[in-house]
């Protein structure tokens, strides 16, 4: 089944700064998703991106399908923004089940 | 988006009793609705994938008496942790996709199940 890798692990931001975290996939996708785990474990939708580029708010995404990665950009970085990001892709030789990454864990220090 | 609920949120039980816990897509019909579990600082993984009308599919190493799947409805999916221990406390979260595989998948607010 596809293997789905983020880095980095951990990051840790001042308030105000901008990031990038990247997620690797193993193979060919028509669905990439982005979540952000909040403090209390709600798993809120960030992007559904297969592929090109979305924009909310300071959040932004980018899915390079034909070269197997999705970016997640925080500009401007709030304390709010702290909590664990995870991105998925489906499996489809295993019935389409989502494959997670490992997560990324953010805190944002004011 | 579409709006999945979980409930209970939390739930303190005392070995060897069952607790359950409930899936509701609020606002789609969910033929098929996903159960995971999470460990602290660790990723989601996949217990079971429920089908309404008929038998879940669990995955390998998750034992199917333990952790009873019941797809009822097009709009509910329950989980019913039988016989608990210590060992089952953990977080669990479901989930469900607007249609097919490809479709975006919602998730519900998690339930931080503690055996005591």
């Known amino acids: 089944g596809i293997q789905v890798e983020q880095s980095p692990p951990d990051l840790i931001l001042q308030e105000g700064a901008n990031s990038t975290l990247r997620c690797n996939f193993s193979?060919?996708?028509?669905?990439l998703q982005w979540f952000h785990q909040n403090p209390w474990g709600q798993l809120i939708n960030l992007f559904y991106i297969p592929s090109g580029t979305k924009q909310n708010g300071r959040l932004s995404a980018t899915t390079v399908a034909t070269e197997r990665y999705s970016l997640l950009y925080i500009s401007s970085s709030q304390t709010t923004d702290s909590g664990v990001y995870f991105c998925a892709a489906p499996s489809y030789n295993q019935g389409g089940k989502l494959i997670f990454g490992q997560g990324t864990e953010l805190s944002v220090k004011p | 988006g579409a709006v999945v609920s979980q409930h209970p949120s939390r739930v303190i039980c005392k070995s060897g009793t069952s607790v359950k816990i409930e899936c509701r897509s609020l606002?789609?019909?969910?033929?098929?609705m996903f159960w995971y579990r999470q460990f602290p600082k660790k990723s989601l993984m996949l217990m079971a994938t429920s089908n309404e009308g008929s038998k879940a599919t669990y995955e390998q190493g998750v034992e199917k008496d333990k952790f009873l799947i019941n797809h009822a409805s097009l709009t509910l999916s329950t989980l019913t942790v039988t016989s608990a221990h210590p060992e089952d406390s953990s977080f669990y979260i479901c989930s469900a996709r607007l249609s097919g595989v490809n479709t975006e998948a919602f998730f519900g607010q998690g339930t931080r199940l503690t055996v005591v």
């Open positions: 193979d060919s996708v028509n669905n």
């Open positions: 606002d789609f019909q969910a033929t098929t």
